[in-house]
């Protein structure tokens, strides 16, 4: 029969714990509206070189503080199509490293001195940035506030732990496996995977790790072992993320768990060396007095946890590729599996990580923008088709393709519209703005070339042909809007970070052209230089393509004055 006590104190625990991870959630949702845009522009400029992946890795998830809503996101990048799986393994390794921030943060704020202290006055501080207008400075206010909650549940575990010492099977087991061998290393790792699979959070594990450590619960051999068993733990978010995502998106999450699977093995057999080589290093850095140095035993898991996680990461990165190979092993590649399929969206692609899930949105604009791009370049190829099958095909293929983007449309305004719902920084909503502008505007390109095709097919239904000086204007025309959109294209691949000069250049091409041959056409007619039914027609493919100039340069003013 489990005694009120026992549950008190478990229940203490969890508010603990809760209070910290609380406190976390604030710091990251901040540091996303702060430095979210930097965030997208370091993943969007993401190679195949897996070194610059993981700076980006240890990058994002220092910011996001959590390697699992990191990997999460990942998965959900990798799943739509957004990233390779073999770009991804740097940003994992980079994740893994990214995760051991707290800890030093714990370290140096948590331990070595009383910051309760100062937590009180930080908050008070803060209200003054709280109640701004300006957002970023709002969201300096709430990274403080997040900062003071994550240390005060901090604060409230080592102050609840030592009660508990006595009641707690758990701890009695692991305070029993000093010197057990690579048996009892096992055992001990095993907990730290299931606990951290349980709280879904290495840091609020590794945060209970140092406490106790520090309490004098568990030796360093205890700590050293659950902290690699954390680090596998932690995996356990990404592979459920992965149940309902593709092929490739498994493997990615199954990388992050082989990651840390095989740097456990090919740790353990030197697991006491490495110990002996943090403490004595601790020792060395602290000095004559770092055994009455309230830092000691937390600089000691700090140092091992980033130092695991560096080395395995150096080591690793060279075998990306072998990486990849093992996971199509293990995962292999179906008989189906589309690796070019289209950018497809993922409910889990809408999380705390809002801010960097604005890039996803945008690659899906430049889809969108290719498409019509693709569009426009059939138009000439259908004006000049005689051959009836081929012609045929090219209609069907203007109308799908018309469908494709009003549904791409669609499914873009409704992921912005979630996307508003959590919280974005001043800077991440008017993109979400801009976004929409630039879905509309792309779709009316779409809904232009469709009507194109309709009237070139109309024209052919009435026999009302063009002469050869019709036709050569056309071109000229046709080469002016595909270049234009060439140009948009280029931008939105950028995310709006060139120059107005080439688009706006475009735009002007186009009306002067416009004029000239309208102006000329009007003459014509007088002429009688062609009849009247084939005149009307070319006039509107002339005012058509005017159309889809206007929208072209607008996606790119939006882009650069957003």
Known sequence: MISTGVIFDLLTILGSLAFFLFGIKIMSESLQKVAGHKMRSYLSSITSNPWRG????????????????????????????????????????GANIGTTVTSWLITFFGFSFNIRIILLPLIALTIPLYLSSNSSRKSVAEFFMGFAIMFFG??????????????????????????????????????????????????????????????????????????????IGTTATANIAALVANRNAKRTALIHTLFNVIGALLFLPFLYQYMQGVESFTHFLLGADSEQSGILKPLQISIFHSGFNIIMALILISFASRLVWLSKRIIPVSVSENTDKPLAYRDNLVTSTSEISLLFA????????????????????????????????????????????????????????????????????????????????????????????????????????????????????????????????????????????????AEENINSKRYELLEQHMKDLKESKYYVNAGTIYQQLIVYCEKIGDHSFNVCETLLKR
């Not at 002469?467 to 709006?496: H, P, T, W, Y």
């Open 54 to 93: 993981l700076f980006t890795g240890l990058l994002i998830t220092g910011t996001l503080q959590s390697s699992s809503a990191a990997t999460v996101m990942l998965v959900g990048f990798v799943s739509a199509g957004l990233i390779p799986v073999l770009d991804s393994v740097g940003l994992v390794l």
């Open 362 to 505: 945008m690659k899906k604009l430049h889809q969108m923008g290719q498409n019509v791009e693709n569009m426009f370049g059939m138009i000439p190829i259908l004006l000049l088709e005689k051959e009836p099958e081929r012609y045929a095909q090219l209609l069907e293929q203007l109308r799908s393709c018309e469908d494709d983007v009003d549904r791409s449309e669609k499914e873009v305004l409704d992921y912005l519209s979630r996307l508003t719902e959590s919280k974005l920084s001043a800077e991440g909503s008017k993109l979400v703005n801009s976004m929409m502008i630039i879905a509309n505007n792309i779709e009316s390109i779409a809904d232009i070339n469709y009507k194109m095709s309709k009237i070139i097919d109309n024209k052919n239904t009435q026999k009302a042909w063009f002469n050869q000086e019709q036709r050569n204007n056309l071109a000229g025309m046709f080469d002016l809007v595909k270049s234009s959109l060439r140009i948009m294209n280029q931008q939105l691949a950028q995310g709006g970070t060139g120059t107005h000069d080439a688009s706006l250049e």
């Open 154 to 231: 901090l604060q409230f575990l080592r102050d609840t732990l030592p009660e508990i010492n006595q009641h707690s099977g758990i701890i009695n087991f692991l305070s029993q496996q000093s010197g057990g061998g690579f048996d009892s290393l096992l055992l001990i790792m095993l907990t730290g995977i299931v606990v951290t699979i349980l709280i879904q959070s290495s840091t609020a594990t590794i945060a209970l790790t140092m406490v106790m450590f520090s309490n004098n619960i568990i030796s360093f051999e205890v700590a050293s072992a659950l902290i690699i068993g954390e680090n």
